[in-house]
T-cell receptor, first 115, second 114 residues
Framework: KAGVTQTPRYLIKTRGQQVTLSCSPISGHRSVSWYQQTPGQGLQFLFEYFSETQRNKGNFPGRFSGRQFSNSRSEMNVSTLELGDSALYLC??????????????FGPGTRLLVL | AQSVTQLGSHVSVSEGALVLLRCNYSSSVPPYLFWYVQYPNQGLQLLLKYTSAATLVKGINGFEAEFKKSETSFHLTKPSAHMSDAAEYFCAVSGRNYGQNFVFGPGTRLSVLP
């Protein structure tokens, strides 16, 4: 079974621009979570989607948004990029939100550099 | 609220020595516990997980972890370190209630010296 895929793998943007990252979960997985990883802050939870609905959200500004499609693929968008948004963005998928379905499997990440 | 602490942001061991990475959690009910490993420029790979079956959990690459409720700990061990074990290791906790999210520890970077 194919793992979690993320595109693109690397991205360079300038301040003020916006960016969209894509995540395809493992086949059959319905829950997708996004994380931001930086050397200073570690792994921080951005949001989780299940059945096309955002179920949980971390403590990030409204510039960070996402969505999930009917095939469980997810996108996250960051508008008005700031230098501090430079990070590795990780997507993780799991079967669902019920007990026994919680194990998260991670993609390789998208490394975003904001200049 | 759940939380995870990992004692030691950087641990160095000699090749062939015991690896011990510490993880303590805070949770109002026994949670699910996980260890992930991250190699440079890669995503996180699941090493092992505890979901209330056996308290001693065996994972991939010779790693194992023991859940100790009385100590609220889930330390990761490997009897003999290999150079390829050099990576960053994350402990994570997830609640048992519907939809509770993962909370990750800050990570421990493991260096293996020849």
């Amino acid at each position: 079974k194919a793992g979690v895929t993320q595109t693109p793998r690397y991205l360079i943007k300038t301040r003020g621009q916006q960016v969209t990252l894509s995540c395809s979960p493992i086949s059959g997985h319905r829950s997708v979570s996004w994380y931001q990883q930086t050397p200073g802050q570690g792994l921080q939870f951005l949001f989780e989607y299940f059945s096309e609905t955002q179920r949980n959200k971390g403590n990030f500004p409204g510039r960070f948004s996402g969505r999930q499609f009917s095939n469980s693929r997810s996108e996250m968008n960051v508008s008005t990029l700031e230098l501090g948004d430079s990070a590795l963005y990780l997507c993780a998928s799991s079967l669902g939100r019920f007990e026994g379905q919680e194990t998260q499997y991670f993609g390789p990440g998208t490394r975003l550099l904001v200049l | 609220a759940q939380s995870v602490t990992q004692l030691g942001s950087h641990v160095s061991v000699s090749e062939g020595a015991l690896v011990l990475l510490r993880c303590n959690y805070s949770s109002s009910v026994p949670p699910y516990l996980f260890w992930y490993v991250q190699y440079p420029n890669q995503g996180l790979q699941l090493l092992l997980k505890y979901t209330s079956a056996a308290t001693l959990v065996k994972g991939i690459n010779g790693f194992e972890a023991e859940f100790k409720k009385s100590e609220t700990s889930f330390h990761l061990t490997k009897p003999s370190a290999h150079m390829s074990d050099a990576a960053e290791y994350f402990c994570a906790v997830s609640g048992r209630n519907y939809g509770q999210n993962f909370v990750f520890g800050p990570g421990t970077r493991l260096s293996v010296l020849p």
